[in-house]
């Protein structure tokens, strides 16, 4: 008997493309991936004879056959040392950073430095001017000169009431000569310009002390350099009246030598090593490598980032670098004993947890896992309780569930 397209027969055992691409998906879903090919179906539009589904389909089913008697292939957890440059971002300060600000009232005089001048520590950066500050030194000489002419009144005072005291005391030697009360009276005055000369002198001191501090606010007329550094803002003009509670005037920065600043993982704090030298490239100079020295650890991890703040050192003496780049570090990842590596495609997971497939006597055990530093491309660092040798499922899912029979 003929199977002709109008035939009761052929009719009755054509399908549809929609179950065809059912079938498709299914079966190709699940083989062709793991065999390197990408299923491909035919657009649902048309119906497909009998002779060119079962072409297609049984291929497919023996496939599908042949693919369920497949155990998963399984491959063995490796242990070995790890000592890898693990790529993490930094940032670059200045070692030293200041505000200028100025510390008494006045009229800025002139500006001797602008933004990006180099500057010695001690330069001048500024000056200003406080015409009262000259009338209060003034007014405080004048007292100090009027203290010390009071004081040589005082002591000329002492030196004759002192004389008279003596003369008194050499003429009651004579009985009936001079009263009593009468050296007693002298004896007081000499007491009181002594007194008077010791105020004398207090004030005198008192005076010259308001002429230092005088003189000492002065020399803050003059702003300098409290070290050496680069000028990165100026925020005044001459004639601009400033005052403590200014805004900042310059703003100096040291950059000969730089701090470079980088948060490390909580899983590769071990690595860290006072002294150690670390290299880093920066986006303004593709290609080329620089150093930093390790000198600094906060020893505390952050609770919200889980990494540790570290600084370096990095002597910047040509001035390439400038602050505020952003570098990426080359990290010295090493373990203090040997690493559990699997392949990447062996660690699986879900919204509970993070595991690979161990098999245990044949059947499948879920070992929970957390991942560590990407080793290769392949290949991927786990923490968890294995052992080097154990067994696990190369690609591992949640589709095997845990009892299923590995062999």
């Known amino acids: 008997m003929l199977l002709r397209p109008g035939n009761a027969l052929i009719r009755a055992a054509t399908v549809t493309e929609q179950s065809l691409?059912?079938?498709?998906?299914?079966?190709?879903?699940?083989?062709?991936?793991?065999?390197?090919?990408?299923?491909?179906?035919?657009?649902?539009?048309?119906?497909?004879?009998?002779?060119?589904?079962?072409?297609i389909a049984l291929?497919?089913?023996?496939?599908?056959?042949?693919?369920?008697?497949?155990?998963?292939?399984?491959v063995a957890v490796v242990a070995k040392p790890l000592d890898r440059k693990l790529p993490l971002p930094g940032?670059?300060?200045?070692?030293?950073?200041?505000?200028?600000?100025?510390?008494?009232?006045?009229?800025?005089?002139?500006?001797?430095?602008?933004?990006?001048?180099a500057v010695k520590k001690g330069e001048p950066l500024a000056t200003l001017d406080a015409p009262e500050l000259k009338t209060q030194r003034a007014e405080a000489q004048s007292k100090v000169q009027a203290m010390q002419a009071q004081r040589?009144?005082?002591?000329?005072?002492?030196?004759?009431?002192?004389?008279?005291?003596?003369?008194?005391?050499?003429?009651?030697?004579?009985?009936?000569?001079?009263?009593g009360i009468d050296l007693i009276v002298a004896e007081k005055r000499v007491d009181a310009a002594r007194a008077q000369v010791t105020a004398v002198e207090a004030g005198i001191n008192a005076a010259q002390s308001a002429v230092k501090v005088i003189e000492d606010m002065q020399q803050y007329l003059e702003l300098t350099a409290p070290f050496d550094g680069v000028i990165t803002e100026r925020g005044v003009s001459p004639g601009a009246l400033v005052g403590p509670n200014s805004k900042s005037l310059f703003r100096l920065e040291q950059n000969s030598r730089l701090r470079l600043v980088v948060a490390v993982p909580e899983p590769d704090v071990s690595g860290i090593a006072a002294g150690a030298h670390v290299t880093f490239t920066v986006p303004a100079y593709p290609g080329q490598q620089f150093t930093g020295t390790i000198a600094r650890v906060a020893h505390s991890v952050d609770v919200k980032t889980r990494s540790m703040p570290v600084e370096l050192d990095v002597d910047n003496a040509h001035r390439q670098l400038s602050p505020g780049m952003y570098p990426t570090v080359n990290w010295p990842v090493k373990r203090s004993r040997p690493t559990l590596i699997v392949p990447g495609s062996a660690v699986a997971g879900n919204t509970e947890r993070t595991f690979v497939i161990r098999a245990n006597n044949g059947v499948a055990e879920w070992v929970n896992v957390s991942k560590g530093v990407t080793v290769t491309p392949d290949t991927i660092e786990v923490f968890g309780p294995l052992q080097p040798g154990d067994m696990i499922v190369k690609r591992a899912t949640d589709e095997i569930r845990e009892g299923t029979k590995l062999k």
């Open 91 to 117: 940032e670059i300060s200045p070692y030293q950073d200041v505000e200028i600000h100025a510390k008494i009232a006045g009229f800025v005089e002139r500006v001797l430095v602008d933004r990006g001048s």
């Open 21 to 55: 691409l059912t079938a498709c998906r299914t079966v190709g879903q699940a083989i062709l991936p793991a065999a390197g090919f990408q299923p491909a179906c035919p657009a649902p539009t048309r119906r497909v004879p009998l002779h060119r589904f079962a072409s």
């Open 59 to 74: 291929p497919l089913l023996l496939a599908c056959a042949l693919f369920a008697q497949q155990p998963p292939e399984l």
């Open 152 to 179: 040589a009144e005082a002591e000329a005072r002492l030196v004759g009431e002192q004389g008279t005291y003596d003369h008194l005391k050499a003429a009651s030697a004579t009985p009936g000569v001079i009263a």
